[in-house]
């Protein structure tokens, strides 16, 4: 409850302001559109005007609300119109590219833990690869990627991992790095292998790390999948409704699929929050 | 059946109603052949999907297929579904053109680009307005995805297609009578829109020749149906569409507008108009578009075969 | 055939690699990477021509560099309009204004728990999505890439910060407490300086996403300049070694600009364990 | 040797509770102390007793939830904003982001002294604690026991009435305490300051203070109070003495009798 | 009191030099020192005088640059792979992840002793520390003394020939250090295992050791050893006795030659 209270309290702050910015922003169509039909508008009818517009320049909270709900519970879920449907595509491709891009970056960071070549040769090129704007390239990537044979989820997939395997670097070299020396040295002591040490030491003490940055790749992630269904080729997925609700002018289904992607991330950053408590609580780590 | 792969230039919808009619309709199956169709989007070069093997034919405008050319692309244009060019600019009349020699200047102008630039560029090149800006010039913007900037008054003249963004314009609330068009066949700059292209190696290959032939055949076939059909098109479009985005209204005018279009073909190059369009494209001043007439960029061959 | 003078070339790197990194001197550790980034680029350019890979799918990092050198004005034009008008200005906005609300909300814990839990869920927001929404909003030229970048990396920041005005250990504000100090006095004088390592944090991740922002924000709209106008339309032209071109330039203005951040963070946080030598 | 009586922190049945999730946590119980002017009071006991909790509610640090306390004759978040209390944490809390003189200078710019005043007394106390020499140094660039020093010196620079010191050597090697208890002795006697410290050691305590309280856990209270029957001057080797050695057994048996196993 | 002459360690003119940014450092010079089997060695010394670098080597986690060390008959090196170093450190250092048990049994796993070896000696060894029934807990669920106990109990576990700890009660108060002198004594008593032990605190060497070595810095060095003459049999009373005191005297004074301000 006491938690509760300040969110709602923003909340209904915020809403207030979108729907004062709403009736702003539209009250000049609702005039021109008056001024055309050669009527005049009373305040109550502009304000009535501005909250129900077909192609509001920035739709009202309650029709982004319907438009959601009709979007969600309006049709079957397998429908194209679904946007429980789009989700699942985008869903499917942010899960294939996120679990490629973490496992490349828990990869790397073991070798870069491990290896000093490594360590010298490849991060600061991992840095200056996240510097590349792969989403300005995306498309390209994707018929470049086509163009090898690699089509359908995986190409999404490929430009989602680009963006989630830097956190998971990050976050996994600093874990593999957090034993420190006297717990290192113990191991020494005790003649453990390189091996024993890793499953034994290193690898339990990144756990906290590793989730932490998961959390980060996994939004990157999604982030990723949709920027590789937005320009390169509306087929389905909220990257791809995004796109034609752009297209056709449709703000409120671009305020839809854009919550609903919202909605995606944060429900997946809570999921990881949910794996990490019970994975850190079940290794004691957790108090 | 033979595969066979097209690459659209942009997302499903009536613009392409005869291939999907093709299709829906069996008219492939009839030539045994098995047609795979890929939506385009905004930012899918189709030239590109078919360097890299994405693809056997796409449809794309001329310009931009001949300006690949150049580029070392050796694209062919073995149809033509699309006689005459659909493109327009579409101004406010508050903004007080009338007439494009004169009342340009000074103004802002929407426009594709992505290798939908080309058509412009000459028709400024026409008129003698730089494109730079300034007062004696025009101030180009890179037009997104949508009919905004005209609603928003943030251009006085929007880049339009006949069968769809004029549409999207007149849906917003905007009256014809508050808008100014200008065709660019009217204005004596229309280019070829909406051709069939293949790789050159395709074209040396019997077999592939044959195949084709046939798609030609049968996407032709396609395109008089739903010329007749444009409602069951549309629907068929829709069907098509895995957005979930489209309108069947939407689609349906489309398909009236888009109809008009390709009445005038029966899938074969017209030389005239491919001549048309190269002059156009050469005459671009100090940055044509082309740089010299394009060898071999067409073929009856196929078309040929096809309408026996 | 041709993988095997491939595989030779990598192999060679690596084994030189492995033997300068073992001599871990400062001369070593920036060759070592420097070494490993060539031979990524001579391996891109012995398959790019080994396999005859078209230009228009993948063009040689020769064919790059001599677009580079070739369109330096052009590229030119293009940088200013995107990163230094589109990006660093919303990156400055962007960071002021968090900058401004997190010491605004510090002092309210109420806000803070109103305004992160929102703050974080529209930090996953899919910003790109809301970019065609401010081209409408703010017109097509700087000022709505600069409102994208504002957008993206104000949480973040704002994150970094409140957690950065939370930093102080107690034994730092008790001494405060003994002393007396007052709320201003406390905050310039330890809270502050405290928070720099933190913001400096927020300020190194957002460099590269308002790189980002800015660019893909140019699909919706744009002049015909900038580097997100001239990616898409030199696509559209096939002009591929002028694409990548481009991305040399951000990955370049993406280096350069991480690495000042990080030379003032270096200078402001002199005094933070990861700063010293 | 309860010198004069000029009482300047006087407690009377101070109680404080933490509440905290798993049920109240009774720091302190009903403790009664008196402390004069010039008195150097130690604090010792288990871990745990409340020692700390003690000085902090004399700093005003902690409200005490029961009994009354005032310093100087008033309240002590009065004493507080009247700026009475040099406190000396176990750590030397140094701002990293300050130089070892900047750092003594925190307190003065807070409370308001003017520049020359600032410079003058930081030159002074860096002098008192021998640490002239290092006032442009970053704390990191000093060692522990210098670091220490510094700390002191910064509670030292605005002549606060009484200084509060929470085991201010516990990190240091024995060596090093033995030269800051003598230094802190010395100064002691130079300013005739208040006095209130916390240490763990025995004969630390023994040494130093004019009165050592005795402290047992659970709840947090005095179980006695030692006075000091040692001279005013007492150099190192007064520690080999029969009379300090009767005094650091009274006060381990004190300590005995409130412990329990951890 | 060097009991019998069955040298365990021998180290002669033993070196160690690191190079550093700032040009080496020179943490041991000449250190000649045999350490025979069941002896109870204690370093004190000035803080950098090169006490935990001398555990260090003869641990083999660190390698002379000059000087010859051999352990049991052989390098350190072989030793260490033969697994005869038990160490334990300042800090407890036990993986939270781990309950105790756990923990004590991850050298176990690690040398590759049987599931019911490990159990056995797991619950043998907590009942040395007296911490039997604390098995099943985690190590935040303990105090302090508990912990280190536990990290006592897990060096112990895999019955190593040599003890090594490196000031293993410094972060305890001094009751709790008390009783955990009491209890390695004990130990050490029943096992009769060789122990080097680096401590900071006069008191503790004196009480413990059969042989105390005083070292000096710059460069790390020995000054003095001192061969404890109290009896094996060591109540804490001990402490209040002329030969204890004097003994710390004697150690003070060793300590106080080699040392300078800071
Ligand atoms: N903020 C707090 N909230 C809850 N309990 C507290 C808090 N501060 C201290 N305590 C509890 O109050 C008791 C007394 O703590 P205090 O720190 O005063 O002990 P101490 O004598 O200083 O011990 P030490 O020698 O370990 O420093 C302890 O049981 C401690 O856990
Ligand atoms: N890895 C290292 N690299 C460089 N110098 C080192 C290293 N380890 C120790 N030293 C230096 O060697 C000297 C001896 O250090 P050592 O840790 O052995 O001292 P110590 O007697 O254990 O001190 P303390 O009582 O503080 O633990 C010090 O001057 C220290 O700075
Ligand atoms: C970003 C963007 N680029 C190009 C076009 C142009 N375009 C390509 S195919 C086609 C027919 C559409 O109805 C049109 C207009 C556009 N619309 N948006
Ligand atoms: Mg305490
Ligand atoms: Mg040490």
Redesign the pocket.
Same mark, same amino acid.
């Given at each position: 409850m006491t938690r509760a209270l300040p969110v709602l309290t923003v909340l209904a702050a915020i809403i207030l302001v979108w729907y004062l910015a709403a009736i702003g922003m539209n009250a000049q169509w609702a005039q021109d559109q008056a001024a055309r039909a050669g009527t005049t508008l009373t305040t109550g009818q502009l304000i009535a005007d501005t909250l129900s517009q077909d192609r509001p320049v920035l739709p009202a909270p309650h029709q982004v609300a319907a438009g959601l709900w009709d979007g969600i519970f309006g049709q079957a879920i397998t429908s194209k119109r679904s946007l429980v449907y789009h989700a699942g595509v985008t869903l499917s491709a942010t899960m294939a590219g996120f679990a490629i891009g973490s496992l490349a970056g828990i990869l790397l960071a073991v070798g870069i833990v491990h290896d000093r070549t490594m360590d010298q040769s490849v991060m600061p090129w991992a840095v200056a690869s996240q510097t590349v704007p792969i989403l300005a390239i995306a498309p390209m990537v994707i018929v470049v990627l086509a163009s090898i044979g690699v089509t359908g989820l995986l190409p999404k997939a490929v430009i989602s991992a680009w963006l989630s395997f830097f956190p998971v670097l990050v976050g996994m070299v600093a874990g593999l790095r957090q034993p420190d020396a006297m717990q290192l040295d113990l191991m020494r002591s005790w003649n453990a292998s390189r091996s024993q040490s890793f499953w034994r030491l290193r690898l339990p003490s990144s756990m906290p790390y590793l989730f932490a940055s998961l959390k980060v790749a996994v939004a990157a992630a999604l982030v990723g999948t949709i920027v590789g269904e937005l320009p390169a080729g509306a087929t389905s997925g909220l990257g791809a409704r995004l796109l034609s609700g752009s297209y056709y002018g449709q703000t409120v289904q671009i305020w839809s699929a854009l919550f609903m992607a919202a909605a995606l991330a944060a429900g997946l950053v809570v999921l990881i929050g949910l794996i990490e408590r019970i994975t850190l609580k079940r290794m004691g780590l957790a108090r | 059946a033979d595969d066979l792969t097209l690459q659209l230039k942009w997302v499903t919808q009536a613009q392409f109603a005869g291939y999907y009619v093709a299709k829906d309709k069996g008219f492939y199956e009839e030539e045994d052949l098995n047609v795979t169709i890929k939506p385009g989007g905004p930012d899918i070069a189709p030239t590109q999907v078919l360097a890299g093997g994405g693809a056997d034919v796409t449809v794309e405008w001329m310009p931009a297929a001949l300006a690949a050319r150049e580029k070392g692309l050796p694209l062919v244009n073995i149809a033509q579904p699309f006689k005459s060019s659909g493109m327009m600019l579409t101004c406010l009349k508050e903004s007080g053109i009338t007439d494009p020699k004169t009342d340009f200047k000074g103004k802002t102008l929407g426009v594709w680009f992505f290798g939908n630039e080309y058509p412009f560029l000459s028709w400024m090149n026409h008129l003698e307005l730089p494109t730079e800006g300034g007062p004696d010039g025009v101030t180009v913007l890179k037009q997104g995805f949508n009919v905004d900037p005209l609603l928003q008054k943030q251009a006085a003249c929007i880049s339009t297609m006949t069968y769809n963004e004029f549409g999207q314009v007149l849906d917003a609330g905007i009256a014809e009578a508050d808008l100014v068009t200008f065709k660019y066949e009217d204005q004596g700059v229309a280019t070829l829109e909406d051709g069939l292209y293949t790789l050159q190696e395709n074209l040396d290959n019997p077999e592939m020749v044959d195949k084709l032939t046939r798609f030609v055949r049968a996407s032709m076939k396609g395109w008089k149906y739903a010329e007749e059909n444009p409602e069951e098109a549309a629907e068929i479009v829709l069907e098509n569409d895995e957005t979930g985005a489209q309108t069947i209204e939407h689609q349906t005018r489309m398909m009236t507008e888009v109809a008009k279009l390709t009445a005038g073909s029966n899938g074969a190059l017209d030389e005239a108009d491919y001549q048309r369009t190269v002059d156009t494209l050469l005459s671009g001043g100090s940055d044509p578009v082309i740089s010299k007439a394009p060898e071999g960029a067409w073929t009856h061959a196929i078309t040929d075969a096809a309408l026996q | 055939m041709s993988a095997l003078p491939i595989l030779a070339v990598w192999l060679g790197a690596w084994g030189l690699n492995a033997f300068l990194a073992r001599l871990n001197t400062r001369l070593t550790r920036i060759l070592v990477p420097l070494i490993f980034g060539t031979t990524l680029l001579l391996l891109w350019e012995m398959i790019v021509r080994a396999y005859a890979v078209p230009s228009v799918i993948l063009p040689a990092p020769s064919q790059i560099w001599a677009a580079f050198m070739a369109n330096i004005p052009l590229l030119w034009g293009d940088f200013v309009q995107t990163i230094l008008k589109g990006a660093l200005s919303g990156w400055l906005i962007g960071a002021l204004a968090a900058i401004a609300t997190a010491i605004a909300i510090d002092r309210s814990p109420f806000l803070q728990r109103g305004l992160l839990p929102i703050g974080n869920f529209v930090a996953a927001l899919p910003i790109i999505g809301i970019a065609p929404i401010l081209v409408m909003w703010f017109g097509f030229d700087w000022q709505s890439k600069a409102a994208v970048v504002v957008v993206m990396v104000f949480f973040p920041i704002l994150v970094n910060m409140v957690a950065g005005l939370a930093a102080t250990d107690a034994l730092q504000r008790d001494l405060m407490a003994t002393w007396s100090a007052g709320y201003w006095q406390s905050l310039v004088k330890m809270r502050l300086p405290a928070a720099m390592p933190f913001l400096f944090n927020g300020l190194k991740i957002t460099t590269t996403l308002a790189l980002i922002g800015a660019i893909v924000a140019e699909f919706f709209g744009s002049p015909t300049r900038g580097m997100g106008f001239r990616i898409s339309t030199a696509v559209g032209q096939l002009d591929l070694p002028l694409v990548w071109a481009e991305i040399l330039v951000a990955a370049i203005a993406g280096s350069l600009f991480y690495g000042i951040v990080s030379l003032i963070e270096s200078r402001v946080t002199f005094w933070h364990p990861s700063q010293r030598r | 040797m309860s010198s004069g009586a000029d009482p300047v922190i006087t407690a009377q049945g101070v109680d404080?509770t933490?509440?905290?999730a798993d049920g109240p946590? !009774?720091?302190?119980k009903g403790v009664d102390l008196t402390i004069n002017r010039g008195d150097f009071v130690s604090?010792i @006991?288990?871990? @745990?007793?409340?020692?700390?909790?003690?000085?902090?509610t004399i700093a005003a640090l902690?409200t005490p939830t029961g009994g009354s306390l005032t310093v100087n004759g008033m309240p002590a978040d009065e004493a507080r904003k009247a700026r009475a209390y040099g406190y000396v944490f176990?750590a030397p809390g140094l701002y990293p982001w300050r130089t070892i003189s900047g750092n003594i200078s925190l307190p003065l710019e807070i409370m308001g002294f003017s520049k020359a005043d600032r410079a003058e007394r930081i030159a002074r106390v860096l002098e008192l604690v021998d640490l002239a020499g290092f006032g442009g140094k970053f704390p990191w660039q000093l060692s522990g026991g210098m670091q220490q020093r510094a700390s002191i010196a910064r509670a030292l620079a605005f002549d606060a009435d009484i200084l509060l010191m929470?085991?201010p050597f516990g990190a240091l090697d024995e060596i090093v305490r033995d030269r800051l208890n003598e230094a802190l002795l010395e100064l002691w006697r130079k300013t005739r300051k208040t006095i209130g410290f916390?240490t !763990?050691s025995i004969p630390e305590a023994v040494y130093l203070s004019t009165r050592i309280v005795v402290?047992s856990?659970?709840p @947090?209270r005095i179980t006695k109070v030692i006075e000091s029957t040692l001279p005013a001057e007492r150099p190192l080797e007064i520690r080999d003495t029969p009379e300090f050695i009767a005094l650091s057994h009274e006060v381990r048996e004190g300590l005995r009798e409130g412990h329990s196993y951890d």
């Amino acid at each position: 409850m006491t938690r509760a209270l300040p969110v709602l309290t923003v909340l209904a702050a915020i809403i207030l302001v979108w729907y004062l910015a709403a009736i702003g922003m539209n009250a000049q169509w609702a005039q021109d559109q008056a001024a055309r039909a050669g009527t005049t508008l009373t305040t109550g009818q502009l304000i009535a005007d501005t909250l129900s517009q077909d192609r509001p320049v920035l739709p009202a909270p309650h029709q982004v609300a319907a438009g959601l709900w009709d979007g969600i519970f309006g049709q079957a879920i397998t429908s194209k119109r679904s946007l429980v449907y789009h989700a699942g595509v985008t869903l499917s491709a942010t899960m294939a590219g996120f679990a490629i891009g973490s496992l490349a970056g828990i990869l790397l960071a073991v070798g870069i833990v491990h290896d000093r070549t490594m360590d010298q040769s490849v991060m600061p090129w991992a840095v200056a690869s996240q510097t590349v704007p792969i989403l300005a390239i995306a498309p390209m990537v994707i018929v470049v990627l086509a163009s090898i044979g690699v089509t359908g989820l995986l190409p999404k997939a490929v430009i989602s991992a680009w963006l989630s395997f830097f956190p998971v670097l990050v976050g996994m070299v600093a874990g593999l790095r957090q034993p420190d020396a006297m717990q290192l040295d113990l191991m020494r002591s005790w003649n453990a292998s390189r091996s024993q040490s890793f499953w034994r030491l290193r690898l339990p003490s990144s756990m906290p790390y590793l989730f932490a940055s998961l959390k980060v790749a996994v939004a990157a992630a999604l982030v990723g999948t949709i920027v590789g269904e937005l320009p390169a080729g509306a087929t389905s997925g909220l990257g791809a409704r995004l796109l034609s609700g752009s297209y056709y002018g449709q703000t409120v289904q671009i305020w839809s699929a854009l919550f609903m992607a919202a909605a995606l991330a944060a429900g997946l950053v809570v999921l990881i929050g949910l794996i990490e408590r019970i994975t850190l609580k079940r290794m004691g780590l957790a108090r | 059946a033979d595969d066979l792969t097209l690459q659209l230039k942009w997302v499903t919808q009536a613009q392409f109603a005869g291939y999907y009619v093709a299709k829906d309709k069996g008219f492939y199956e009839e030539e045994d052949l098995n047609v795979t169709i890929k939506p385009g989007g905004p930012d899918i070069a189709p030239t590109q999907v078919l360097a890299g093997g994405g693809a056997d034919v796409t449809v794309e405008w001329m310009p931009a297929a001949l300006a690949a050319r150049e580029k070392g692309l050796p694209l062919v244009n073995i149809a033509q579904p699309f006689k005459s060019s659909g493109m327009m600019l579409t101004c406010l009349k508050e903004s007080g053109i009338t007439d494009p020699k004169t009342d340009f200047k000074g103004k802002t102008l929407g426009v594709w680009f992505f290798g939908n630039e080309y058509p412009f560029l000459s028709w400024m090149n026409h008129l003698e307005l730089p494109t730079e800006g300034g007062p004696d010039g025009v101030t180009v913007l890179k037009q997104g995805f949508n009919v905004d900037p005209l609603l928003q008054k943030q251009a006085a003249c929007i880049s339009t297609m006949t069968y769809n963004e004029f549409g999207q314009v007149l849906d917003a609330g905007i009256a014809e009578a508050d808008l100014v068009t200008f065709k660019y066949e009217d204005q004596g700059v229309a280019t070829l829109e909406d051709g069939l292209y293949t790789l050159q190696e395709n074209l040396d290959n019997p077999e592939m020749v044959d195949k084709l032939t046939r798609f030609v055949r049968a996407s032709m076939k396609g395109w008089k149906y739903a010329e007749e059909n444009p409602e069951e098109a549309a629907e068929i479009v829709l069907e098509n569409d895995e957005t979930g985005a489209q309108t069947i209204e939407h689609q349906t005018r489309m398909m009236t507008e888009v109809a008009k279009l390709t009445a005038g073909s029966n899938g074969a190059l017209d030389e005239a108009d491919y001549q048309r369009t190269v002059d156009t494209l050469l005459s671009g001043g100090s940055d044509p578009v082309i740089s010299k007439a394009p060898e071999g960029a067409w073929t009856h061959a196929i078309t040929d075969a096809a309408l026996q | 055939m041709s993988a095997l003078p491939i595989l030779a070339v990598w192999l060679g790197a690596w084994g030189l690699n492995a033997f300068l990194a073992r001599l871990n001197t400062r001369l070593t550790r920036i060759l070592v990477p420097l070494i490993f980034g060539t031979t990524l680029l001579l391996l891109w350019e012995m398959i790019v021509r080994a396999y005859a890979v078209p230009s228009v799918i993948l063009p040689a990092p020769s064919q790059i560099w001599a677009a580079f050198m070739a369109n330096i004005p052009l590229l030119w034009g293009d940088f200013v309009q995107t990163i230094l008008k589109g990006a660093l200005s919303g990156w400055l906005i962007g960071a002021l204004a968090a900058i401004a609300t997190a010491i605004a909300i510090d002092r309210s814990p109420f806000l803070q728990r109103g305004l992160l839990p929102i703050g974080n869920f529209v930090a996953a927001l899919p910003i790109i999505g809301i970019a065609p929404i401010l081209v409408m909003w703010f017109g097509f030229d700087w000022q709505s890439k600069a409102a994208v970048v504002v957008v993206m990396v104000f949480f973040p920041i704002l994150v970094n910060m409140v957690a950065g005005l939370a930093a102080t250990d107690a034994l730092q504000r008790d001494l405060m407490a003994t002393w007396s100090a007052g709320y201003w006095q406390s905050l310039v004088k330890m809270r502050l300086p405290a928070a720099m390592p933190f913001l400096f944090n927020g300020l190194k991740i957002t460099t590269t996403l308002a790189l980002i922002g800015a660019i893909v924000a140019e699909f919706f709209g744009s002049p015909t300049r900038g580097m997100g106008f001239r990616i898409s339309t030199a696509v559209g032209q096939l002009d591929l070694p002028l694409v990548w071109a481009e991305i040399l330039v951000a990955a370049i203005a993406g280096s350069l600009f991480y690495g000042i951040v990080s030379l003032i963070e270096s200078r402001v946080t002199f005094w933070h364990p990861s700063q010293r030598r | 040797m309860s010198s004069g009586a000029d009482p300047v922190i006087t407690a009377q049945g101070v109680d404080l509770t933490f509440p905290t999730a798993d049920g109240p946590v !009774h720091a302190l119980k009903g403790v009664d102390l008196t402390i004069n002017r010039g008195d150097f009071v130690s604090f010792i @006991g288990p871990s @745990g007793c409340g020692k700390t909790t003690f000085l902090r509610t004399i700093a005003a640090l902690e409200t005490p939830t029961g009994g009354s306390l005032t310093v100087n004759g008033m309240p002590a978040d009065e004493a507080r904003k009247a700026r009475a209390y040099g406190y000396v944490f176990q750590a030397p809390g140094l701002y990293p982001w300050r130089t070892i003189s900047g750092n003594i200078s925190l307190p003065l710019e807070i409370m308001g002294f003017s520049k020359a005043d600032r410079a003058e007394r930081i030159a002074r106390v860096l002098e008192l604690v021998d640490l002239a020499g290092f006032g442009g140094k970053f704390p990191w660039q000093l060692s522990g026991g210098m670091q220490q020093r510094a700390s002191i010196a910064r509670a030292l620079a605005f002549d606060a009435d009484i200084l509060l010191m929470d085991e201010p050597f516990g990190a240091l090697d024995e060596i090093v305490r033995d030269r800051l208890n003598e230094a802190l002795l010395e100064l002691w006697r130079k300013t005739r300051k208040t006095i209130g410290f916390v240490t !763990h050691s025995i004969p630390e305590a023994v040494y130093l203070s004019t009165r050592i309280v005795v402290m047992s856990p659970r709840p @947090g209270r005095i179980t006695k109070v030692i006075e000091s029957t040692l001279p005013a001057e007492r150099p190192l080797e007064i520690r080999d003495t029969p009379e300090f050695i009767a005094l650091s057994h009274e006060v381990r048996e004190g300590l005995r009798e409130g412990h329990s196993y951890d």
